[in-house]
């Protein structure tokens, strides 16, 4: 598995940052574990943290999989809150999430087989720590970046009413016409959006991650409907829904923490949301449309390195030309496969191709990894 990097960005709970480093699985290729690391032992039925204390800023868990099945581990605040979380720790692996936290009360899960609610222990964070970083440089960066935020979720709710109402008016043509548009800036600030955790799963969730008994609502009901079945009758409450869904994301984007931290996170979280989504074709199942999503995770995470640019050229200028060269390429390829507006359909994509463009996300995650730790330093 590749490096993986996500954002806490929640609103009213303090400023926290997240990364999530996942091992390779190969020999060798394990994760670097923190020495100071709280060990979290999951089992098919258990889930054993070492410490239920633990002291306020940086905390590492260093959670290995004594089970039989692939777990996942989240970490939850109050409320239910989705702290963050670790995908896909095989059988016999052990994986670090590291998270910044403000002292509270917390819930740490383990997610045998990767299903429910997961198996949950209490924790308590005591002491301060976890402050943002003073650089008026990056506070600018911050405020620069929560406008390009609401500018994005703004315009996606514009463009997802165009497209509610071709779906609501019957016109399947103009519909599939308007669907990757209305996504585009949903992708762009996607892991903002997933901060509040209750919006991801109506909007944007995909019919093979359904769970049992779960309603399926957002923009792949309405892709399947008309990619599949060619009509969308029955399907108008769906799209009125998407539009509530969208509107109540419009609101509470404007009180979201955004720390530079979290920021550089989210970018890495977008090449992750390419790499596990968009390259494998998975996300547009039925429309082909990945191509559409690919390129806007690229720019939501390429406006992040620019609004960051200034610190780490100064702090690392060796990883700033590494990130211009390899953002540069994934760019270049991606052009390949322009067509009017938009992008050839990704069915039409061969496979040594998607290979090429995977192994280009590839060579940019893994500098894009570095950015928070250096914005951060």
Not at 364 to 373: D, F, T
Request: aromatic share 6%; net charge negative; glycine share 10%.
């Amino acid at each position: 598995m590749p490096v993986y990097v996500r954002p806490l960005i929640l609103p009213g709970l303090g400023a926290f940052t997240l990364a999530v480093v996942a091992g390779c699985g190969g020999a060798g290729d394990q994760p670097e574990i923190a020495a100071d690391a709280v060990s979290v032992t999951a089992t098919d039925t258990a889930c054993q943290v070492a410490k239920a204390r633990i002291p306020a800023g940086t905390v590492h868990f260093a959670v290995t999989n004594k089970g039989a099945k692939a777990t996942e581990f989240y970490v939850y605040a109050p409320g239910d809150r989705k702290v963050d979380e670790l995908h896909n720790v095989d059988p016999g692996d052990t994986e670090q999430l590291t998270v910044t936290l403000a002292a509270g009360s917390y819930q740490v899960a383990c997610k045998p087989g990767k299903q429910g609610d997961g198996i949950r222990q209490a924790i308590t964070v005591v002491g301060s720590g976890g402050t943002a970083a003073s650089d008026p440089r990056l506070a600018r960066a911050v405020d620069e970046y929560r406008t390009y935020v609401q500018q994005q979720v703004d315009a996606t709710l514009s463009a997802t009413q165009r497209f509610a109402a071709a779906v609501k008016a019957g016109d399947v043509a103009q519909a599939k016409q308007l669907y990757a548009p209305s996504r585009v800036g949903w992708e762009r600030v996607e892991p903002v959006a997933e901060s509040f955790g209750d919006i991801d799963p109506k909007v944007d969730l995909r019919e093979a991650d359904l769970e049992a008994g779960q309603q399926w609502t957002g923009w792949h009901r309405l892709e399947k409907a008309l990619w599949v079945k060619g009509a969308t009758a029955g399907e108008e409450r769906y799209a009125d829904q998407l539009l509530a869904d969208l509107r109540d994301l419009q609101q509470r984007v404007k009180t979201a923490e955004i720390t530079p931290t979290s920021m550089a996170n989210g970018a890495k979280e977008l090449l992750d949301e390419v790499a596990t989504g968009k390259v494998t074709g998975e996300e547009e199942a039925f429309s082909h449309t990945d191509l559409w999503d690919f390129a806007a995770n690229v720019e939501g995470a390429r406006k992040v390195y620019e609004l960051l640019k200034p610190v780490v050229q100064q702090k690392d200028a060796a990883l700033a030309q590494r990130l211009d060269a390899e953002f540069a390429k994934v760019e270049g390829l991606l052009a390949k496969y322009r067509s009017g507006d938009g992008y050839v359909s990704y069915d039409t994509v061969t496979e040594p191709q998607r290979k090429e463009l995977s192994d280009a996300v590839n060579g940019l995650a893994e500098p894009l990894s570095k950015l928070a730790g250096t914005v951060a330093g």
